[in-house]
């Protein structure tokens, strides 16, 4: 399928797929998933930036066309896979598993800079702390609580 | 989407009313009359006259999403966790990084059934310039 601009605004991006619309029930799909969460990225999964073929199924992932692998640009959905308007990205391993053997190949245009930027974003992620800038701009404001009760309201 | 279930215990609005509430009651009329130029509105002269309404107010809410963060806290720290994972290498350009963060607000603000286009993302941004490694990469 050619790339063009009409084509473009067919591309959506999808928010979580599986995330529903009522938020009691957010609520129990988030505990149900809070284990395996850390293991839907693939940062996560493929965490060592020194390691070359970490770097380079983290470059399969960002750049999938390049790699042959099911893209939004040249694939069509499986209607049997997805009802969604584009199939769901975040686990490939089966996909790149079939692939096979092209452990260390990579594209012509994914040398030298990309490869080192991708190996750099790696790096960050592992130093981010996500606890602290949760903390920092979503803050739990505790001491508010406390104003509902009389005893509070007293102290003010 | 990220992190609609990071808690927030209580939504600033409802806060600033009791907060305000024992000073307003602290305060006797005649004072008030000193300090404040303009009368007083009428939402505190009910306060005052009828305690019934007080208990009414000072009940806490329980809702779910009363404990939820609000879209623009959501918004920032999805800003603020890009801005620290990707390299500025990556965008080309100051202005490229611009654009998609608010495009990044954008789709935080969705409304349900609303959607956001790649063509709608790439509008404005510059693929051409030296410094982007994007040149003919998809």
């Given at each position: 399928?050619p790339?063009?601009?009409?084509?473009?605004?067919?591309?959506?991006?999808?928010g979580?797929a599986s995330f529903p619309?009522?938020?009691?029930?957010?609520?129990?799909?988030s505990?149900?998933r809070?284990?395996m969460?850390?293991?839907?990225d693939?940062?996560?999964?493929f965490p060592?930036?020194?390691?070359?073929t970490?770097?380079?199924h983290?470059?399969?992932?960002m750049?999938?066309?390049?790699?042959n692998l099911?893209?939004v640009?040249?694939?069509t959905?499986d209607?049997k896979?997805?009802i969604?308007?584009?199939k769901?990205?975040?686990l490939?391993e089966?996909?790149i598993?079939?692939?096979g053997?092209?452990?260390s190949?990579?594209?012509?245009?994914l040398k030298?800079?990309t490869?080192?930027?991708?190996?750099r974003m790696?790096?960050l992620h592992k130093?981010?702390s996500y606890?602290a800038?949760i903390?920092?701009?979503?803050?739990?404001?505790?001491?508010?609580?406390f104003?509902?009760l009389?005893?509070a309201?007293?102290?003010? | 989407?990220?992190i609609?279930s990071?808690s927030?215990?209580?939504?600033?609005?409802v806060?600033?009313t009791?907060?305000s509430l024992?000073?307003?009651k602290?305060?006797?009329?005649?004072d008030m009359?000193?300090l404040?130029?303009q009368p007083?509105?009428?939402?505190?002269i009910?306060?005052?006259?009828a305690p019934?309404?007080e208990?009414s107010?000072s009940k806490?809410k329980?809702?779910?999403t009363d404990f939820?963060s609000?879209?623009?806290e959501?918004?920032?720290f999805?800003?603020?966790?890009i801005?620290n994972?990707?390299?500025?290498?990556?965008?080309g350009s100051?202005e490229?990084?611009?654009?998609?963060?608010?495009?990044?607000?954008?789709?935080v603000?969705l409304?349900?059934?609303?959607t956001?286009?790649?063509?709608?993302?790439?509008?404005?941004?510059k693929?051409g310039s030296?410094s982007s490694?994007?040149q003919?990469?998809?």
């Open positions: 399928m790339v063009g601009r009409s084509f473009l605004v067919s591309v959506i991006f999808v979580d619309s009522r938020p009691s029930e957010a609520h129990s799909v505990k149900n809070s284990n969460s850390h293991v839907l693939v940062l996560n999964r060592n930036p020194s390691d070359r970490h770097v380079i983290i470059l399969r992932y750049f999938p066309r390049q790699f099911h893209n640009f040249t694939s959905v209607r896979e997805t969604q308007p584009l769901d990205y975040t490939r089966h996909e598993a079939l692939q053997g092209k452990g190949f990579i594209p012509k245009r030298g800079k490869f080192d930027l991708v190996q790696m790096r130093r981010c606890h800038l903390e920092y701009y979503c803050p739990v404001w505790v001491l508010f609580l104003s509902y009389p005893f309201r007293v102290a003010c | 989407m990220l609609v990071a927030k215990l209580c939504d600033k609005g806060l600033d009791r907060l024992p000073h307003v602290g305060v006797s009329g005649s009359s000193k404040v130029s007083p509105f009428p939402s505190l009910s306060t005052e006259t019934s309404s208990s107010l806490p329980d809702s779910f939820a609000s879209i623009g959501v918004s920032a999805a800003r603020a966790v801005s994972i990707v390299p500025i290498e990556f965008w100051e490229n990084k611009k654009g998609f963060m608010r495009n990044v607000d954008r789709f603000k409304r349900r059934y609303e956001l286009s790649l063509h709608e993302v790439m509008q404005g941004m693929v030296s490694v994007y003919g990469v998809n």
